[in-house]
């Protein structure tokens, strides 16, 4: 059974940077394709960027594309979500998110929750002002 365990989140600053790691066990991560959601308190749950098994491709929501960067090492089981230029309106918790069936979701599966099949419990981000 595939879990994933985020770790980095904290209270920060707004213009502050914060680097959040997920940690994977229980399968071949090398098969998964990686990503990162957010939930806000009232709000959706909501896409923040995505990696192919292979890492050759990444995808970030349009909000944070120029500021987050996510990657992953599949010899670590590891993926990080490098955040910079942090701001109030990215306080949420982060889940971490595998997908072993991203073919059958579409060239846009990277965004859509219910390609992913596991999920972390989630740590939390918050950004003072």
């Known amino acids: 059974q595939v879990q994933l365990l985020e770790s980095g989140g904290g209270l920060v600053q707004a213009g502050a940077s914060l680097r959040l790691s997920c940690a994977f066990s229980?399968?071949?991560?090398?098969?998964?394709?990686l990503g990162w959601f957010r939930q806000a308190p009232g709000k959706d749950r909501e896409f923040v960027a995505a990696i192919t098994n292979d890492a050759h491709r990444t995808f970030n929501e349009d909000s944070v594309k120029d500021r987050f960067t996510v990657t992953r090492d599949n010899k670590q089981n590891s993926m990080w979500l490098q955040m910079k230029i942090l701001k109030p309106d990215d306080t949420a918790v982060y889940y971490c998110?595998?997908?072993?069936?991203?073919?059958?979701?579409?060239?846009?599966?990277?965004?859509?929750?219910?390609?992913?099949?596991?999920w972390g419990q989630g740590t939390q981000v918050t950004v003072s002002s």
């Open positions: 229980g399968s071949t991560m090398s098969r998964y394709g």
């Open positions: 998110v595998a997908s072993d069936s991203w073919l059958l979701y579409g060239s846009n599966w990277y965004s859509r929750p219910k390609a992913y099949g596991f």
